[in-house]
């Protein structure tokens, strides 16, 4: 059974990539094909979850206590099919790491805006698949985000496609945070149950 891989990155891999982690291994629980990691650009290697960050996905049905922060490598992006950074600055910091990886990495909320409007008909690669190549079926959803740049209309203003550091900021901030990520994450498990499960019409 082939399996398709997704790996979130920030920069310490202690608050936004490890919440995005948990949140999108509970969304995608029904395929065991679907693999999940997180990284950071600089990870604070060997470090837990602050208590504020562990807090927002307990709250959101993650599961924090496991998490080991560790410092993102080329392999680790070889090996994945879809990359979710949480910032421009974090892509940037992918594409310098592994170039080919730029095919397949998006801000996590760039990824979400740019299939918000998606169809069936959209999906369509998708469905002339088997509906049990599940990770094929995941696989053209990288394609058609990839497609949409470009053609989607760009947002208001560029922060809107990065979710914000709160590391030893506010609670407050901790919450924006998470307001920004949690939608995206919803859009993104929305999107893969309905690549799942499209039939050719």
């Known amino acids: 059974m082939a399996g398709f891989r997704i790996l979130t990155v920030c920069s310490g891999n202690i608050c936004r990539s490890p919440l995005a982690e948990q949140l999108l291994r509970v969304g995608l629980a029904s395929w065991p094909e679907v693999t999940l990691g997180s990284a950071g650009t600089i990870g604070l290697t060997g470090q837990a979850m602050p208590d504020e960050a562990a807090d927002l996905s307990r709250h959101f049905g993650g599961e924090p206590s496991g998490h080991v922060a560790r410092v993102l490598t080329a392999e680790d992006l070889s090996e994945a099919n879809l990359v979710f950074a949480m910032s421009r600055e974090h892509r940037r910091a992918i594409a310098e790491l592994f170039p080919k990886a730029i095919r397949y990495t998006f801000t996590i ?50 922060d809107d496609d990065d979710v914000v550091d709160p590391y030893r900021r506010s609670d407050e901030v901790y919450a924006e945070s998470a307001r920004q990520l949690v939608p995206a994450v919803n859009e993104v498990v929305s999107l893969f149950y309905r690549s799942a499960r499209v039939l050719q019409s």
């Open 109 to 158: 909320r760039e990824f979400a805006r740019l299939v918000s409007g998606v169809t069936d008909e959209d999906l369509y690669e998708a469905a002339m698949l088997p509906l049990d190549n599940v990770a094929g079926r995941f696989s053209t959803l990288v394609g058609f985000a990839a497609s949409q740049r470009g053609a989607v209309n760009p947002p208001e203003s560029p």
